[in-house]
Structure formats: C-alpha cells, structure tokens
C-alpha cells in the first residue's frame, strides 16, 4: 500500500517568513495529492491539491510542487501570518475520472507562526 | 462545497458499550464512504471503504466485528463501535465521494470526538 512521509514534523517561523513542508509517497499509482490544514478539534480543510500531471500550482501565497520521478511534493507558503498557526498534513491518494479514492496522509506538521 | 454533517459531534461513554456515529451527505449521493480515525496528536488513519449498498472493507488492523459499518443509502453511513474500551477514544471523520464527480475535492465530515471511560 501508499506510504506519505512528512517532514518537518514541527516548524517554527517569524511572521513573514516562508514555510516549506516536505512530502514523499511510496506508491506510483497515486495521482492526486492535497494538502490539508487542520485546527484543533475540527476536521481537515483543504487549502491546496495538485493532480500528477501538473508539477506546480499556486493560490495566492500557497503554492504545491510535484516532483513524479523521485515522487516527492511540497507545500510553500509565503508572507506566513499567525493565523496560519496549524496543524497541516499532505496526502496521496487517487482521483481517477469522476470518483476519488481512499487518503493517505503524511504524519502531520505542527507550523507555528511567531507575530 | 459539499455539506457533510455527523452525528454526535462528541460523545462520552462507559467501557462495554456501543457507539452509533452517523454521517449525511446532504446535498450529493456519496457512493462511496471513507472512514477515517485520528487519535490525539496524530494523523488521520483509514479504517474503512463502504460502497453503498456493499459490505466495507476494511483496513489492516481494524476488527471489522467491532467497527461495524453500514452504508445503506446514498446520503447515510453509520459507524458504530461495538463494546469500546478507552483504547477506542479517538476522533472519527467521515469523507463521502461520488462517482457523480459532483465535485473536485474530497470533503470531511465535521467529526465526532468519542471519549471511552
């Protein structure tokens, strides 16, 4: 099965800072890899997805990248703001056509954002 | 987005008993239903696939006799949590798909917190 390991596992930056967050899948068949930012106590939300025939993919000052080959993605985010303080977890999973496929998500990394 | 509600949001319970969360989908026929758990600090695990209208399957390690699931209708799917024990305390999160492709994303339920004393 799909194994997604996370890096760091904790990351601490100065508001304004840039954050990186590191992923790597196991599994070739995978083709949709979201990322997801989680507060405490309540569910994932999606902030960002990339699908694998695309390598890079930004919304204002997030942006993913896929690298297929050594199959490793990444979350950047720019200009960081406190409120980006979460809990963020990458996931490998399928989307294929119309229906999407079970998650495997990453360990997760706790982002702290220093005002 | 798509509109996932579950039911309870938490829950306390005495060791031995058993627990039913539902999940609705409220505006799309979710053929598909995931079941995740995430225990404290940690990441979101798949415990279970169900079709509708089809038995689950289940993940490795997760008893299918105590984690019954039932997904007998397009907008429901229960989960219910036979004979718990505090080992089973943990956040339960429901992800609905469709085949329909009504959207391109793939949403979560809101969770239910089950406390096992």
């Known amino acids: 099965g799909e194994n997604v390991e996370q890096h760091p596992s904790t990351l601490s930056v100065q508001e304004g800072d840039s954050a990186v967050i590191k992923c790597t899948y196991s599994?070739?068949?995978?083709?949709?890899f979201p990322w997801y930012k989680q507060e405490l106590g309540k569910r994932p939300q999606l902030i960002i997805d990339?699908?694998?025939?695309?390598g890079e993919k930004k919304d204002q000052r997030i942006a993913v990248t896929l690298n297929k080959t050594a199959k490793h993605f990444s979350l950047h985010i720019t200009e960081t703001q406190p409120e980006d303080s979460a809990v963020y977890f990458c996931?490998?999973?399928?989307?294929?056509?119309?229906?999407?496929?079970?998650?495997?998500f990453g360990q997760g990394t706790i982002l702290t954002v220093h005002p | 987005g798509a509109v996932v509600s579950q039911h309870p949001s938490w829950v306390i319970c005495k060791s031995g008993t058993s627990v039913k969360i539902e999940c609705r989908s409220l505006?799309?026929?979710?053929?598909?239903m995931f079941w995740y758990r995430q225990f404290p600090k940690q990441s979101l695990m798949l415990m279970a696939t169900?079709?509708?209208?089809?038995?689950?399957?289940?993940e490795q390690g997760v008893e299918k006799d105590k984690f019954l699931i039932n997904h007998a209708s397009l907008t429901l799917s229960t989960l219910t949590v036979t004979s718990a024990h505090p080992e089973d305390s943990s956040f339960y999160i429901c992800?609905?798909?469709?085949?329909?492709?009504?959207?391109?994303?793939?949403?979560f339920g809101p969770g239910t917190r089950l406390t096992v004393l």
């Open positions: 169900s079709n509708e209208g089809s038995k689950a399957t289940y």
């Open positions: 996931a490998a999973g399928s989307a294929g056509g119309t229906s999407y496929g079970k998650l495997t």
């Open positions: 599994d070739s068949a995978s083709n949709y």
């Open positions: 990339i699908r694998s025939n695309v």
């Open positions: 505006d799309f026929q979710a053929t598909t």
């Open positions: 992800s609905p798909a469709s085949r329909t492709g009504a959207y391109n994303e793939q949403f």
